[in-house]
T-cell receptor, first 116, second 113 residues
Framework: AAGVIQSPRHLIKEKRETATLKCYPI?????VYWYQQGPGQDPQFLIS???????DKGSIPDRFSAQQFSDYHSELNMSSLELGDSALYFC???????????????FGPGTRLTVL | GNSVTQMEGPVTLSEEAFLTINCTYT??????LFWYVQYPGEGLQLLLK?????DKGSNKGFEATYRKETTSFHLEKGSVQVSDSAVYFC????????????FGPGTRLSVLP
């Protein structure tokens, strides 16, 4: 079965550069979530989108922005990179149930960002 | 705010030993509770979940029961295998729509042959 695809899998940038991470959800999934996992840390929720609209916001820095496109893929844009941004960035997708209710989030393999 | 606390790792066990990883939570409402597993170099995989009090989630020999009275969701397995070596995250979602998770710090499990 198709899973969540993230690209690139690895990215090396220097301080003050910009980076764009991409997430392709499971086909038919309409909701995308972004998480940041620092070295040895638990994943922290950044932001989520449902039907191309931001649905929830967590601890996302102002230097970061994200959007979901008409094909439901999402991009996380990171500017003025700092050393502390080095982390594993996970994307997850889910399908919103008609009438509300929980549906499982499926996680991608992550993009490892290293800021030098 | 909501939070999840897990027992500190690393936990090192011999194959076929009994496993318990403690997890307790703080939440304002009635959250759903989850255990995720992260194998080396891989993404998070849902291991099991429970959506209401007294529910028991189970998968691959792992079990956890949602205990509202003790705000706990301890993970157990009767006989661990080397292939169970991974990091285990307890998590909660306080929104019926499966919105943002709050994860615990993770517990690294190493199973020795």
């Amino acid at each position: 079965a198709a899973g969540v695809i993230q690209s690139p899998r690895h990215l090396i940038k220097e301080k003050r550069e910009t980076a764009t991470l991409k997430c392709y959800p499971i086909p038919r999934h309409d909701t995308v979530y972004w998480y940041q996992q620092g070295p040895g840390q638990d994943p922290q929720f950044l932001i989520s989108f449902y039907e191309k609209m931001q649905s929830d916001k967590g601890s996302i820095p102002d230097r970061f922005s994200a959007q979901q496109f008409s094909d439901y893929h999402s991009e996380l844009n990171m500017s003025s990179l700092e050393l502390g941004d080095s982390a594993l960035y996970f994307c997850a997708s889910s399908l919103a149930l008609a009438g509300g209710g929980y549906n499982e989030q499926f996680f991608g393999p992550g993009t490892r960002l290293t800021v030098l | 705010g909501n939070s999840v606390t897990q027992m500190e790792g690393p936990v090192t066990l011999s194959e076929e030993a009994f496993l318990t990883i403690n997890c307790t939570y703080t939440a304002t409402g009635y959250p759903s509770l989850f255990w995720y597993v992260q194998y080396p170099g891989e993404g998070l995989q849902l291991l099991l979940k429970a959506t209401k009090a007294d529910d028991k989630g189970s998968n691959k020999g792992f079990e956890a029961t949602y205990r509202k009275e003790t705000t706990s969701f301890h993970l157990e397995k009767g006989s661990v295998q080397v292939s169970d070596s991974a990091v285990y995250f307890c998590a909660l979602s306080d929104d019926n729509y499966g919105q943002n998770f709050v994860f615990g710090p993770g517990t690294r499990l190493s199973v020795l042959p």
